[in-house]
C-alpha cells in the first residue's frame, strides 16, 4: 500500500527554536492531516488541510499542502517543552478511501 | 474532543486466549475504525465500520473481527490472541461534516504473553 515517509524521524531542540518537519508521498494526496501523540494518549489532531497550496495555523503550528500535491510541511515556532511529542502525519490518496500515517517525528525540547 | 472511550485502557492476557476491546462514542458518528500501532509502523487500520453491522476489512485484518450491533459501539475481537498481536490499540470516528477527518480514543494496550 501507500507510504508516507516522514523526516525527520526524530529531533533535538532547545526551548524557543523553531522547528519544521514534513511527509511526502509517491502518489497525489487530495487531504493532509497532522496530529500530535502524547505519551499514553491517542493522538490529537492539529491541522487538516484540503487544497493544494493551503496554509493554516493553529496558534504557534503552521501547516501547508504542498503545491505538488505530494507533500505537507509543519512548522512549530518558538517551542516549548509540551511541544515534546510525537507528530503524525496523515493523507488520503486521490484515488483512496483511507488514511494513511507516516510513521512520526518524535520533538524533544530541552528547556 | 469526540466523545470517544475505550475499554479496557490496559490488559494483559495470555496466547490462545478470546479478546475483546470495546470502543464507545456518544456523537452518533457513522464510521468507525480500529487501528493498531507498533514502532516503526505508524498507524496501520486492522477494520472499519460505515454503519450498524456493516464493517469492512483494512490492511492488518488478519487474526481479528469486529461487530456492531449499535452506533455507539465498536468491538474489535481476538479470537486466539497471539504474541505479535501484543499492541496499542485506536479506535477513530471520523468527523461527521468532513469525509477523511479522524478523531481518535485514548487506546488500550494490548499484552500478549
Known amino acids: 500500500g501507500q507510504q508516507l515517509n516522514q523526516s525527520p524521524q526524530s529531533m533535538f531542540i532547545q526551548e524557543g527554536e523553531d522547528v519544521s518537519m514534513n511527509c511526502t508521498s509517491s502518489s497525489i494526496f487530495n487531504t493532509w492531516l497532522w496530529y500530535k501523540q502524547d505519551p499514553g494518549e491517542g493522538p490529537v489532531l492539529l491541522i487538516a488541510?484540503?487544497?493544494?497550496?493551503e496554509l493554516t495555523s493553529n496558534g504557534r503550528l503552521t501547516a501547508q499542502f504542498g503545491i505538488t500535491r505530494k507533500d505537507s510541511f509543519l512548522n512549530i515556532s518558538a517551542s516549548i517543552p509540551s511541544d515534546v511529542g510525537i507528530y503524525f502525519c496523515a493523507g488520503r490518496e486521490t484515488s483512496g478511501s483511507r488514511l494513511t500515517f507516516g510513521e512520526g517525528t518524535q520533538l524533544t525540547v530541552n528547556p | 474532543d469526540a466523545g470517544i472511550t475505550q475499554s479496557p485502557r490496559h490488559k494483559v492476557t495470555e496466547t490462545g486466549t478470546p479478546v475483546t476491546l470495546r470502543c464507545h462514542q456518544t456523537?452518533?458518528?457513522?464510521?468507525m475504525y480500529w487501528y493498531r500501532q507498533d514502532p516503526g509502523h505508524g498507524l496501520r487500520l486492522i477494520h472499519y465500520s460505515y454503519g450498524v453491522k456493516d464493517t469492512d476489512k483494512g490492511e492488518v485484518s488478519d487474526g481479528y473481527s469486529v461487530s456492531r450491533s449499535k452506533t455507539e459501539d465498536f468491538l474489535l475481537t481476538l479470537e486466539s490472541a497471539t504474541s505479535s498481536q501484543t499492541s496499542v490499540y485506536f479506535c477513530?470516528?471520523?468527523?461527521?461534516?468532513?469525509?477523511?477527518?479522524?478523531?481518535f480514543g485514548p487506546g488500550t494496550r494490548l499484552t500478549v504473553l
Open positions: 456523537e452518533n458518528h457513522r464510521y
Open positions: 477513530a470516528i471520523r468527523d461527521r461534516g468532513n469525509t477523511d477527518t479522524q478523531y
Open positions: 488541510l484540503y487544497k493544494a497550496g
